[in-house]
């Protein structure tokens, strides 16, 4: 129903239920390469569950508080791609990535996350855009550097994860700084 073309060979399509089978196969081939980032993948995932998981971004997407896509290479889903954590007092909100192992080192992320920060600035007119990663997860930081945004901080010890309490770096991208990339095409509407 929902999506938008980021070129001839990549798409982004709001998740819907009929998508489930898909995801539920996609993450559990990539359980190992996934587990330590995304803490909710646990060991007993089943369809059910990516359903659920797919109807709360639809919620989100409902309540205008964000919206969860797929990302598409051809027919393939290779990952997904999320805003999340809106505060609209704040006027501020977070993205979320993960891709299938298969997937990662053709700029899948960053071009589906340059549409996501277009979304979130032009059409949602937000201010502020946050990443948050593990320290040590290099291919995330450079996900967010590629994009353009300002590591700010680190959060000391912030959250548990590799049996150790690892630091989380806060990245952030004003719309101020934002350069527009290309011009703001319909997404989502
Ligand atoms: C984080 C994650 C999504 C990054 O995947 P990725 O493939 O490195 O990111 P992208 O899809 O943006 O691709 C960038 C890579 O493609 C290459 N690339 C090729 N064509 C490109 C293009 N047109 N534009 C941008 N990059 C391109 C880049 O050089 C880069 O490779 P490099 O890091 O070896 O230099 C992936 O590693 C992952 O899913 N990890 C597990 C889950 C996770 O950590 N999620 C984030 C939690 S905070």
Redesign the pocket.
Known sequence: MFSHKIDDDITLRLLEERHAEEVFSLLEK?RN??Q???TWLTDQLSVNDAKEYIKAGLERFAANNGLRAGVWLQDNLA?IVSVHGLVWDDRKASL??????S???????????SSLIAYAFSKLKLNRLE????SE????R??AE?LGFTQEGILRQSWWSKERFADLVVYGLLSSEWQGGKPYTPLFT
Do not use: A, M, P
């Not at 990443?131 to 593990?134: F, K, R």
């Open positions: 990539n390469h996934l330590d980032e995304l990952g979320g990535y993960w891709l299938g192992s997937f990662q080192g053709r700029g899948l992320v960053t071009k589906s996350c990443i948050q990663c593990d997860n290099d291919r995330s450079k996900v590629r």
